[in-house]
């Protein structure tokens, strides 16, 4: 998509800046209410409708919508966090099933579905800072983006680092680094639906909406550590304004088999009360096999 300095500014800078000013409810459903009076609002951070869907799309404008949504609510609520900090997302959370563990040597995991951010405030106000493990932006992806696009990667790098107290860890031989945090009893966050890498390092789980399949590194990364992982998402209802987060209690094993069964179980999950939240939809074909 050609850049648009203009466009840039109100999407990454205006709206959301001016709708993480509104309490949480008001400003989910003013931002839901954004991507439908503006249809193509967003849409770079969403796959096209096209002739043939996958059955578990349904409505086919709804999931477009959510998944423009979902992008949108996400700079929001980077933006509330820069100005008010954990408790000004924590509290937007209206319904929480499960709780974190007590100990904080575990590793929150989960997929790109949802909005994670007020996860991570929820579990810092539980007495935990996570190291999220992330990729570093890479120059040559950010070619061509316009210079607020660029800025606004940057900030929002800047803005992680400050969500985890400079506990933030980058890929690439990050293991030493991961265990360090965790025997420290302090939880390091991995999600694990990236796309890339050989055909030979990739797990496929089948499950009831299609194969799921996930990096063999992140996988064998988790069973390595041997330690406590704790699935968990975080979404919105546009409508109501309520968000929810769902925390699993924590399992320990060091088989990558078994990790990707329960992960593919959990995305099946996500998928199942809402398609389009996820936020890798334009990645699909690497991640994602669905029967015609």
């Known amino acids: 998509?050609?850049?648009?300095?203009?466009?840039?500014?109100?999407?990454?800078?205006?709206?959301?800046?001016?709708?993480?000013?509104?309490?949480?409810?008001?400003?989910?459903?003013?931002?839901?209410?954004?991507?439908?009076?503006?249809?193509?609002?967003?849409?770079?951070?969403?796959?096209?409708?096209?002739?043939?869907?996958?059955?578990?799309?349904?409505d086919p404008v709804q999931w477009?919508?959510?998944?423009?949504?979902?992008?949108?609510?996400?700079?929001?609520?980077?933006?509330?966090?820069?100005?008010?900090?954990?408790?000004?997302?924590?509290?937007?959370?209206?319904?929480?099933?499960?709780?974190?563990?007590?100990?904080?040597?575990?590793?929150?995991?989960g997929v790109h579905w949802g909005t994670g951010l007020p996860a991570v405030s929820h579990m810092k106000r539980a007495g935990h800072v996570p190291a999220i493990v992330y990729r570093p932006p890479i120059e040559a992806e950010m070619a061509g983006m316009s210079l607020p696009q660029r800025r606004y990667i940057m900030r929002?790098?800047?803005?992680?680092?400050?969500?985890?107290e400079n506990t933030a860890i980058s890929t690439?031989?990050?293991?030493?680094?991961?265990?360090?945090?965790?025997?420290?009893?302090?939880p390091c966050l991995v999600l694990v639906d990236s796309p890339g890498g050989p055909e030979s390092r990739v797990v496929r789980v089948p499950t009831e909406v299609g194969v799921f399949r996930f990096r063999l590194g992140a996988l064998?990364?988790?069973?390595?550590?041997?330690?406590?992982?704790?699935?968990?998402r975080c979404y919105p209802d546009g409508r109501t304004g309520e968000r929810f987060l769902t925390i699993r209690p924590p399992r320990t094993t060091d088989s990558p088999s078994e990790i990707a069964e329960d992960l593919g179980?959990?995305?099946?999950?996500?998928?199942?009360?809402?398609?389009?939240?996820?936020?890798?939809?334009r990645?699909?074909?690497a991640l994602l096999e669905i029967p015609d």
């Open 265 to 281: 179980r959990f995305m099946a999950e996500a998928l199942a009360i809402d398609p389009g939240y996820w936020n890798f939809w």
């Open 156 to 164: 929002r790098l800047k803005l992680l680092l400050r969500v985890t």
């Open 64 to 109: 477009e919508r959510h998944q423009r949504f979902a992008a949108a609510l996400d700079m929001v609520d980077f933006e509330r966090f820069a100005l008010f900090g954990d408790r000004g997302l924590a509290r937007g959370i209206t319904h929480v099933e499960g709780s974190w563990p007590d100990d904080g040597g575990f590793i929150a995991t």
């Open 220 to 232: 064998e990364l988790l069973a390595r550590l041997n330690k406590p992982y704790v699935l968990f």
């Open 1 to 58: 998509m050609k850049p648009s300095t203009g466009r840039d500014l109100a999407e990454m800078y205006l709206y959301p800046r001016s709708l993480a000013l509104l309490p949480s409810a008001r400003a989910i459903r003013r931002c839901y209410r954004l991507v439908i009076q503006r249809p193509g609002a967003y849409d770079r951070w969403s796959a096209p409708i096209e002739d043939k869907l996958p059955p578990l799309v349904g």
């Open 283 to 285: 990645f699909r074909s």
């Open 172 to 186: 690439g031989g990050a293991f030493e680094r991961i265990r360090a945090q965790l025997e420290s009893h302090r």
